[in-house]
């Protein structure tokens, strides 16, 4: 897990000054960097806290006097913060996860293992479930019946996947995030006041107290190639399709996938957002954290939608979206600042009141 | 899990038409639909797909004519969407989960359990637990000292409960749902900031920094017959009695349930809904995505929010509620629609300003 | 777990009155408490339910006449839900977890237990890990390479503590509560739409669309002494350095922290608040359920936050917020009320134009 100076910069396509021969053995803020640490200083703004730490080295911004800052070595990246996926990536130091399939693992006979797959401990493979090559099943993961995992899957700890689950290459796992459960779909016997209101927009009209029955999901969830999955995140099954995610597309953490719900390529979205049932996302939106989106909608290729926003209707493709409900951003902004002067204008309502009613009575 | 279209119209309570002897494997949207299919086309606007897809059967609105759509044979039930209950059921393959007790799982000699009980991979059921005839205890499920099952739970992988939980009869439990957790309850030794804000509404008056001393739940989970919990949702045990859930009331995925909520019967609570402690819920509530309940408010039966939509008071019974902060949905809209206009109304306001002060000045 | 009134008394430095030598079992409403059991009626306002169950013990308010209340003993302490503390700790029966390390467990032969360390069926300690003595690791567990857990932890079932993570001294975990996953940060090759947006407000220039590559994380959590953390809530890594939870800090069910982020001491993030990567929360603040805050903001010490609050910008220390976007709570409320009176306002605005206008064109 050591590297030269030389060899981080190669592997960045980024260029090394000095002493590129320096071995690292992690990287570190400026101030708390010690002289075996590449302190990570993109930013003309962490000059000076360079100072307060040890290094030796740093990845520095692009024009920096690399020997004025006192360093014996740097690296400058033409897009810092891309380099940072290529240095993360060659510094992480992992889990430690062992290879090989651990003894307290249930595999079950009628699995099927790529090669080189490892299983962690007291993890569970049902009947049927395919892993692909070179895959890491965590500790106590569970994989469903006649689930399939693609290449080089990494799952951590407590994932669980259910039946007839199929996912793509490169997937990722994080720490209990759960695919596959039951979508949340009833019915009553008559039709009920949720009827009423979606017809009426509010009138409940005079729907009984009923008991509501349970719409199975026959369908399943297919996930694409490249796809990660945060701590948490729950995606339903499809009623009678499959519920979809895209290649390269990322979940956050806590993000709930209503049944059927279909997401395109390369879409993040965030934290804590909810997708409800039956919606459509395209490629490359990005959804911020505690964002909603309501059932049956469609949010256009390229949308951006900020914190807390709730979509309640279609979005055009390439929208920008913000607030509850949802507006295009810049509309939203007048309109939060325009609330702020609404006492004031009340003010002056009423004094234009007095003044014209006054002025009224006075012909 | 083959059907003839006689036996599954009959098991729907709808009417067959045509070449009723024909074996269905499975359910399908009517444009990819393969020839032993039922196509689910219960809407005029799905006709078209129909000749997409390759189906010789299909479930269809009430009035198609069925032989006109090139069909052999047809089922028309006069509720589709309730009759969707019914045909999932049937075709519903499960998760595979297989019979008895896992040789791997650890169930506690001093545990009870009904006839029929199967007890997945790496499950535990600790001391004194009671699982009615019937249940099945899913993969790396946990049930906890004198935790209370009724008859024919049916629990997906990973879920647990805590010490004392009672819950009735045909409970669903989905992947990862967690049921007793301790309450969250903290209380300082002196009155802190909270408590004089909740007071003044606003005014944190002088409190002193304090570090917080735990309040212990002692009541558990009480859970009612036909209640199903969605993936990751959480319900946390009262403080001096139990938290309770009443019969047929179902949770979406990642609801939070807090400390003393009482929820009634027959209520639908959707994805990523959060009830704080002491909430009072009635009977044939429905609150969609991601609303909110303060702690201590009533909410009355037949109260339905829109989703994101935010409870802050009590909620008398039938109402329908939007918005942060909740209030009527017809009030909301209409607020929404004010807020909108609200630029232009500045704008009118500030050339009345000029006119009227000009004209006031000119007299 | 029983004890005498004088016992309870002693112990949460109250009062008692009567026949102090009772014995009491359980903590119980007054409605429906037994003669074994201590009612609690800290209020006046419980005395009627009193004579409805049958308690002969009561813990009563500052002043309560327990005699004329047909009591035959009382305790009567200072400040009740500060007592209520001490109570629930005394009778709390806990979830029977058994001593020793359960023989399903896997306990790694390089991971080091201190004294008295309890491991549940079926958890799982890696190697290196450390846990301090007296801690309780509870069913179906996972604690990670290198991570360290501090003494007295009390962790239930299916808790999961990543590689490195540093917890100290008396931790608690509820169910589920998932600790270190990776940081959700992905950038692109060239700069994408996101980054246009955020520095436009709104103008997502002419960026292409991409795919994400991911940043690693290379720090991990590092967590004081007495945090408590819910069930389903789950911290994420650092990317350089650690996410950092001060002392004394509870988080609820359902919270998201994001990597990078850093809460001081004693503050209480209630449930399903998310805060986003980078954001720094100060001591003794208070986010109540369902708040968010966005990434790389700064929310001051002592900072209380209403149910739903989304902080988009830094906040003052001191400061009592609510809404989306927050406010300051007293503004809020004069805005929401404005809101309301907006409909009015604008025909008051229509009749003053019809009036001016008419009158102006008269002149």
Redesign the interface.
């Known amino acids: 897990m050591t590297h030269t100076v030389e060899q981080i910069a190669m592997a960045l396509g980024a260029q090394a000054f000095g002493a590129i021969d320096i071995v690292i053995t ?4 400026p101030a ?1 960097a010690g002289p075996d640490d590449l302190a ?1 200083a993109m930013n003309p703004k962490y000059a000076d806290s360079l100072s307060e730490g040890h290094a030796r080295v740093a990845m520095l911004w692009d024009g920096a006097d690399w020997e004025a800052l006192g360093l014996e070595a740097a690296i400058i990246a033409p ?1 810092p ?2 380099a ?2 290529g240095l ?2 060659m ?7 062992a290879a090989g399939i ?1 003894p ?1 693992a ?1 595999v079950d006979p009628e699995a099927e293992l790529g090669e080189g797959v490892s299983v ?3 993890a ?1 493979i ?3 479930a395919k892993i692909g090559a070179g895959s890491v099943i965590g ?2 993961c ?1 994989i ?3 689930a399939t995992l693609g290449e080089g899957a990494y799952l ?3 994932v ?1 996947i ?3 689950v199929t996912i793509g290459a490169r997937f ?1 796992g ?3 995030a ?1 695919i ?3 979508g ?1 779909s ?6 009920s ?2 009827e009423s ?1 979606r017809k009426t ?4 009209g005079d729907a009984k ?10 369908g399943s969830v297919s996930i694409g190639d ?1 796809v ?1 999955i ?3 995140s ?1 995606i ?1 099954c499809g ?3 499959d519920t979809v995610i895209g290649d ?1 597309t ?1 979940l ?3 993000v ?1 996938m ?1 049944h059927n719900v279909v997401i395109g ?2 879409s ?1 979205i ?3 957002v ?1 997708i ?1 049932g039956s919606a459509t996302i395209g ?2 939106v ?1 959804l ?3 964002c ?1 989106v ?1 059932d049956n909608i469609f949010v256009g ?2 949308v ?1 939608a900020g ?2 926003t ?1 979509l ?1 209707s279609n979005v055009p493709a ?1 929208r ?1 979206m913000l ?3 949802a ?5 939203q ?4 600042k ?6 004031r ?2 003010r ?2 009423t004094e ?2 007095r ?3 006054k ?2 009575s006075d ?1």
Chains 1, 2, 3 share one sequence.
């Not at 507006?327 to 509309?331: F, L, V, Y």
Request: hydrophobic share 30%; aromatic share 8%.
């Open positions: 992690r990287a570190a803020e708390s990570l897009r913060r891309y940072m996926a993360t990536r510094l992480d130091a992992g889990q430690g996860f651990h307290t249930f962690g401990p007291l569970v049902s009947k049927g500790p106590q569970f469903g019946w006649n951590r700890e407590a669980s259910g039946a007839r990722i994080q720490p209990g759960r596959g459960g039951d949340f009833f019915v009553t016997a008559e039709p006041n949720v209101v927009l509010g009138d409940q107290a009923q008991d509501w029955t349970r719409i199975h999901s026959l490249d990660e945060g701590m948490g729950t339903d009623t009678i399709r390269g990322k956050d953490n806590q709930h209503g390529r390369n993040l965030c934290g804590q909810g409800a490629d490359n990005v911020a954290g505690q909603g309501n290729d390229g951006i914190g807390g709730k309640m390439g920008t607030g509850y409900p507006t295009q951003m810049d509309k902004v007048e309109g939060y325009a609330l702020r002067r609404l006492p204008l009340m002056d309502v234009l009141k003044i014209v009613f002025s009224n012909t």
